[in-house]
């Protein structure tokens, strides 16, 4: 029966390769006079630390002797059952009469009393049916499914049939079954002892541990094989560098400020809007701090399960302790920051698994435990919404706002991003019209703009980047990228060069409005079907008088076309919704409605059911406030094109036949604009 002793081979080895490794972590195994004796010179020596280390070790080796012998025993029996690949064949009474005991190929029979089952042992070398490879090591044994005491009694008649004496004839041996309930007496012991040593070592180890656990990431760590950015490698954001840096230097050297009797900030929070570098100034942080930097996300505390939260707040807090000097970093920390009395929610007081997790975290901040060494540094583009006590001195003592970049700033990123890609001309041959191109962008908006120019030179199999290709990625960031199938009719074309005109005429007239930057009849991406692109400034303020005129201004492609074609269609529908807004804005947030006077309150905007701090008469005073101011823009956009409706057809016929127009051709067409040139910025040569 070659796999059996396979099967015991298998098991002598892996015995042998388990006894070992046990050995190698606890040599105590194998040379255990050795390890007495070393431990009886250690307690001679007097080493207490020694005295106490040998008894642990001698606790722990029997533990792991057991937990072997153990895992071999089951390991051993899997091996067996699957090597000795054990099948059973049933034969029937008929294939028992002709191929076996007619043939005398039958050694011995055995069964069990009250089994329906009997053992056929035939002779070595027999001639019977032909038994499959996979129960060779059954193949002088066959099974049948019958009453013993019936296959007696039919085994008697066939032997007198045959002629078989009586003293040669075949008799059924009766096993017991305490053979069997020994093996299962066995199997149990074995399983309760290996249940035993589970319990026993689980019991040691809180199984909930790991979910309580903090799992941040090594921010230090993590950049030492990815290049580093350093503070000089971030363009613009002056004043967060110079703030942030103050944390930096305190870690560095903190005795300079010690001296001074100067407390550095336990924490500061980075606020703003998305996209303008928060988080990559973070891992400038990480890079020159040279300290530990824990990582972790505000929505990783967040559980439906109580109290992990707050567990892994405390399991955080416990290791940066450790760690000190270190960084914690909670990026978004909104997810577990929101205010407390408007978080809206419809259990008790501090019954909310958030509110657990942010009072945990205002202790671990600012509580009992001296936390001196570890600063706090979160992110958020949501700061309006955190808890006041959150932000109270002691805790995130500095907000450093990240604001969208200015005009210079701009420059800046264009140019850093610029430097990473290859250009057909010097770089600073577009800084001014990209960045006046751009307000309102962000640094990630920027970095999207400099990627897509380079991928549409590569889509072109270009060498180099080209203005070109620059204005194609402006163009798809800011308007969308233009359709290659155009569907739309030549009336629908027509109509909707009229409404850009309308646009393009009543800004051009009027004195208090963008400079052009160009129109176009190109469908976009953006469910745009033609647009009139302005180059708006980096203006803060503005007089009622230059809101009026933007109203104007939008409501210019509503009056030419009601003048044109006496019609209206729904192509003015974000230019309606913008004038809305531009109206209550002025009524009820500026202060410059005459129904409200000087009042300001929240727009409120998709907040219908919110409870509104005015009454409804004077809501109603604002509405038809707001209808009359809209009115007299309409009035005043379709004023100036029936004027100079001249003009708008020249401009509608010129555009129909280029589809695009810059601010000199249109100059070009209708003359300068009668209050002077408008701020503008040449365009790049095309």
């Not at 230090?220 to 580093?228: G, R, T, Y």
């Not at 698994?353 to 060494?373: A, I, R």
Request: one cysteine or more; a neutral charge.
């Amino acid at each position: 029966m070659p796999k059996i002793y396979l099967a015991q081979q298998w098991a002598v080895i892996l015995f042998h390769h388990l006894w070992l490794q046990s050995a190698s972590r606890n040599p105590r195994i194998l040379f255990s006079h050795t390890a007495s004796n070393k431990s009886n010179n250690n307690q001679q020596a007097g080493g207490k630390e020694s005295n106490s280390q040998n008894e642990e070790a001698e606790n722990k080796g029997p533990e792991e002797n057991w937990g072997t012998l153990i895992m071999v025993a089951i390991v051993t029996g899997i091996l067996f059952n699957m090597l000795s690949g054990r099948k059973l064949e049933y034969i029937t009474w008929q294939q028992f009469l002709n191929d076996y005991l007619k043939k005398g190929e039958v050694k011995a029979l055995y069964s069990r009393k009250g089994v329906n089952l009997v053992e056929v042992h035939l002779h070595t070398g027999h001639t019977g049916t032909k038994q499959s490879s996979s129960s060779q090591i059954y193949r002088n044994v066959v099974f049948m499914e019958i009453d013993p005491e019936e296959l007696e009694r039919k085994i008697q008649e066939a032997e007198q049939k045959l002629g078989i004496a009586v003293s040669d004839s075949l008799q059924i041996t009766w096993r017991s079954a305490i053979n069997e309930s020994y093996v299962r007496l066995a199997f149990l012991l074995i399983l309760g002892i290996f249940m035993m040593y589970m319990w026993k070592s689980i019991s040691k180890v809180n199984p909930f541990e790991t979910l309580f656990k903090a799992s941040y990431t090594r921010g230090d760590q993590a950049i030492s094989s990815a290049p580093k950015i350093k503070f000089k490698d971030i363009a613009g954001m002056k004043e967060a560098k110079v703030e942030i840096k103050e944390y930096v230097e305190y870690l560095k050297n903190p005795s300079r400020f010690q001296n001074l009797g100067a407390k550095i900030p336990r924490g500061a929070l980075l606020l703003g809007p998305p996209g303008c570098g928060k988080t990559l100034l973070a891992k400038a942080v990480a890079a020159e701090s040279d300290v530990p930097f824990l990582v972790m996300a505000g929505s990783d505390f967040v559980e439906m399960i109580g109290g992990l939260g707050a567990g892994r707040v405390r399991s955080l807090f416990k290791d940066a302790r450790n760690l000190k000097p270190c960084i914690i970093y909670i990026d978004e920390i909104d997810a577990i920051g929101r205010s407390r009395a408007a978080s809206g929610s419809s259990l008790p007081s501090g019954a909310d698994e958030s509110e657990h997790t942010l009072n945990q975290l205002l202790v671990e901040m600012d509580g009992m435990t001296d936390n001196s060494g570890v600063i706090l540094l979160a992110s958020t583009n949501r700061a309006e919404v955190l808890d006041k006590a959150l932000l109270r001195p002691g805790r995130l003592d500095r907000h450093i706002a990240i604001d969208l970049p200015t005009l210079a700033e701009r420059k800046e990123l264009f140019e850093m991003y610029l430097k990473k890609i290859s250009m057909d001309k010097p770089i600073t041959d577009h800084l001014d019209f990209l960045a006046q191109s751009t307000p309102g962008k962000s640094g990630a908006d920027i970095a999207n703009i400099c990627n897509e120019a380079a991928l549409n030179a590569a889509r072109e199999s270009s060498d180099t980047v080209k203005e070109t290709h620059l204005m194609y990625a402006l163009d798809r960031i800011l308007v969308g990228q233009a359709k290659q199938t155009n569907t739309i009719s030549k009336q629908e074309k027509r109509t909707i060069a009229y409404h850009e005109c309308g646009h393009v005429l009543v800004g051009w007239l009027l004195e208090h409005t963008d400079a052009l930057l160009k129109v176009s009849l190109i469908p976009r991406t953006s469910a745009a079907l033609g647009f009139a692109q302005y180059l708006p400034s980096d203006k803060k303020l503005y007089s009622k008088e230059e809101l009026f005129q933007r109203m104007c201004m939008l409501l210019g492609g509503r009056a030419a076309e009601t003048i044109v074609f006496n019609r209206i269609t729904t192509g003015a529908q974000d230019d309606l919704d913008k004038v809305r807004q531009l109206a209550y804005n002025q009524i009820k947030t500026y202060g410059m409605g005459e129904s409200v006077g000087i009042l300001s309150f929240p727009s409120n905007e998709g907040e219908e059911y919110q409870v509104k701090p005015y009454s409804k008469q004077l809501q109603q005073k604002m509405d038809m406030e707001a209808q009359q101011m809209i009115a007299n823009a309409y009035k005043k956009a379709e004023q100036l094109i029936l004027t100079n409706r001249n003009k708008l057809d020249e401009l509608c016929k010129l555009l129909l036949t280029k589809e695009e127009m810059s601010y000199d051709e249109v100059k070009a067409v209708i003359g300068p604009p009668p209050h002077g040139e408008k701020k503008k910025v040449d365009m790049l040569n095309i």
